[in-house]
């Protein structure tokens, strides 16, 4: 089966201009994943759908950044306007049954993006 | 916050030898889970390990998890040069089993 797509693989950009990464998750799962890993840290989760709704989104600063799932498929996140500490990789991840104790969530290959 | 931290931070052993990395978490989970990430990839899955359950294995891999201690530790046997890799553990915790992971253990094996 198919993994979890991401676009684009890297991006520079400016500090102040505006990124927007794409995700499309593993058909069939449900529950879609956006993680925030800052070098030499683990993902951090910054928000998760189930279907098109918002389960957590606690740790996404809304100030700058915004994500959507439109049509329970394929997801972006934005950042606007960009800082230099968000340099970071974005991941996307997705699980097939969020109300499953067991539920393993499967990555893509993530965003590296550089803020300058 | 992390809810794992990794131990050692970074761990280098020769090919053939086994490696321990063990994770400490915060709160309580409903399950803990074990991550490898390769340079410049994503995560993959390796391994979970419920709260009810103590021990776990899966091919060359051993977890285990005490959750009096609040601890878990992951064992490679026979390690191999491609397990090189950062290993993460992560807390699955929450009525949305939101996982919260730990920096991580960057391991190297050598040939």
């Known amino acids: 089966e198919a993994g979890v797509a991401q676009s684009p693989r890297y991006k520079i950009i400016e500090k102040r201009q505006s990124v927007a990464f794409w995700c499309n998750p593993i058909s069939g799962h449900a529950t879609l994943y956006w993680y925030q890993q800052i070098l030499g840290q683990g993902p951090k989760l910054l928000i998760q759908?189930?279907?098109?709704?918002?389960?957590?989104d606690s740790q996404l600063p809304k100030d700058r950044f915004s994500a959507e799932r439109l049509k329970g498929v394929d997801s972006t996140l934005k950042i606007q306007p960009a800082k230099l500490e968000d340099s970071a990789v974005y991941l996307c991840a997705s699980s097939l049954d969020l109300a499953s104790s067991t539920d393993t969530q499967y990555f893509g290959p993530g965003t590296r993006l550089t803020v300058l | 916050s992390q809810q794992g931290e990794e131990d050692p931070q970074a761990l280098s052993i020769q090919e053939g030898e086994n490696a321990t990395m063990n994770c400490s978490y915060k709160t309580s989970i409903n399950n803990l889970q074990w991550y490898r990430q390769n340079s410049g990839r994503g995560l993959v899955h390796l391994i979970l390990i419920r709260s009810n359950e103590r021990e776990k294995h899966s091919g060359r891999l051993r977890v285990t998890l005490d959750t009096s201690k609040k601890s878990s530790s992951l064992l490679i046997t026979a390690s191999r040069a491609a397990d090189t890799a950062s290993y993460f553990c992560a807390g699955s915790g929450g009525s949305n089993y939101k996982l919260t992971f730990g920096k991580g253990t960057l391991l190297t094996v050598n040939p």
């Open positions: 759908f189930q279907n098109n709704g918002v389960v957590d």
